[in-house]
């Protein structure tokens, strides 16, 4: 038997929030600035960089592979960009941690490298899927082995050359869709890669930014192989992601008025905002602005009482990981929440569908799982025990809905939190949530 150290939290009703807060840097954008950075040419300066454990794990790789990265400060970050062909290959394996962003970008890039390759992710990681990746790369003229089932670890070998692709993506998805573009910078040719929905266009958009000509319209990408990506200056805006869970937390608990500073509201990252105003939700957008390339606001939430809705497919890409908090805006709410074309939060970081499903029973809430969504009927709820599979948005999302059970909630194993929220339970206690941290182990 060894000895597991546990890290839980204890969160229950809280006051009603308020004040104002600036949530951390939004992980998709570090982690790309991060990768971009390193292949350009000059030193790219990324302020307001996450330094979350997903993020970090992104920056060690691309240390492995030869770039200098420096932190002078925190949040800055100077990536020394070693050029489209300066990499060289590590000795050691690379590891993504838990990061599906990561690993999947990641193979893009590397799959066109003079070198091979090794990436490895924690156990969460290694159950998700990433023939989703590996099968169009290995189209566009990579080898990249997987373990069995098409999971990680993803052995990639050195490149004979890629040919570009023109591919529609079965389901959408943003990291394929910039696996497929990153490996399309050493392809001869055009890529193209079509999508069922728009997903989120950072790897588009930053990819003009460090000078690479791409065509993008909405469903659609382009770009040829050929070409040179030049250092840049990004200022990376807070998380929607992170954001979601404060909104939803000032919207369910009784006389709460938040205001969440300079967050991204990138129209493929808040597909939230729009399925809890159908709900009833009181949230303004204050000081609309373009900042470094992206849309950010001040958004100002007040409690308002929710009513159940079907949740319109059409926004499901655009909040595709806002479900788990969605889930308890709909427990708090009156009625019935339909959710539907879901499928994919099967596959996150935890099957989210499922583990919400069970933790919200454990509080008292009738749910109906469906194979792509869930059937949730607004209640009261009470306290218990949550199992959160190492899922940090599962994690988070119960430490909202605590604030508004009748008893105490334990939320355990919360260690993942730290790869996307690093100071959650700070933020969260200094705006009126109940919650703290407690250190237990166990024997397994
Ligand atoms: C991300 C894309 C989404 C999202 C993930 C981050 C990205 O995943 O769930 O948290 O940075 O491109 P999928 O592309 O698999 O939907």
């Not at 369910?252 to 300079?262: D, F, K, M, N, Y």
């Not at 129209?267 to 905002?273: D, V």
Request: glycine content about 12%; aromatic content about 4%.
């Amino acid at each position: 038997m060894s000895e597991v150290v546990r890290q839980d939290w204890r969160a229950g009703r809280g006051t009603a929030l308020r004040g104002s807060l600036l949530v951390p840097g939004d992980k998709s954008i570090s982690h790309r600035a991060v990768m971009l950075g390193a292949l350009a040419e000059g030193t790219t300066e990324i302020h307001g960089f996450l330094e979350g454990e997903d993020t970090r794990a992104t920056a060690r790789i691309f240390t492995q592979l030869g770039v200098r990265i420096e932190t002078p400060a925190p949040t800055v970050c100077l990536v020394h960009g070693v050029g489209l062909h300066g990499l060289r290959g590590a000795d050691e394996v690379l590891d993504c941690g838990n990061s599906g962003t990561g690993m999947r970008l990641l193979a893009g890039v590397l799959a066109g490298q003079a070198f091979d390759s090794v990436l490895v992710g924690d156990a969460s990681l290694t159950k998700r899927p990433m023939r989703r990746v590996t099968d169009p790369l290995t189209a566009m003229g990579a080898r990249i082995d997987t373990g069995d089932g098409g999971t990680p670890p993803l052995r990639l070998h050195a490149s004979a050359g890629l040919r570009g692709i023109d591919y529609a993506l079965p389901v959408a998805s943003a990291q394929v869709k910039s696996a497929l573009l990153l490996a399309g910078l050493y392809a001869d040719g055009e890529t193209v890669v079509r999508e069922p929905h728009p997903t989120r266009d950072y790897t588009e958009r930053m990819l003009a930014t460090f000078g690479w000509p791409v065509e993008s319209a909405p469903g659609v990408v382009r770009l040829s192989g050929g070409h040179r990506l030049h250092a840049a200056r990004i200022d990376v805006p807070a998380d929607f992601s992170s954001a979601a869970f404060f909104i939803v937390a000032a919207t369910i608990i009784p006389g709460s008025e938040l205001r969440l500073q300079a967050v991204g509201i990138n129209p493929r990252r808040t597909g939230l905002l729009q399925a809890l105003r159908l709900m009833g939700a009181d949230i303004r957008e204050e000081n609309p602005r373009d900042d470094g390339g992206e849309p950010v606001a001040e958004l100002l939430v007040r409690y308002a009482p929710l009513h159940g809705i079907e949740v319109p497919p059409a926004l499901v890409a655009d909040m595709i990981d806002e479900f788990p908090v969605l889930f308890v805006a709909a427990a708090c709410a009156t009625g019935r929440t339909v959710v539907r074309d879901a499928a994919e939060l099967r596959v996150k970081e935890s099957d989210r569908i499922a583990t919400m499903a069970a933790g919200l029973r454990t509080l008292g809430i009738s749910i109906e799982e469906t194979p792509d969504g869930a059937v949730i009927e607004g209640g009261a709820l009470g306290g218990g025990s949550i199992d959160t599979h190492d899922d940090h948005r599962i994690a988070m999302s119960f430490a909202v809905a605590a604030q508004r059970a009748s008893g105490e909630v334990r939320i355990k194993d919360i260690a993942t939190v730290a790869t996307s929220f690093p100071g959650f339970v700070e933020l969260a206690r200094g705006v009126g949530m109940s919650i703290d941290g407690i250190t237990g182990s166990s024997r397994q």
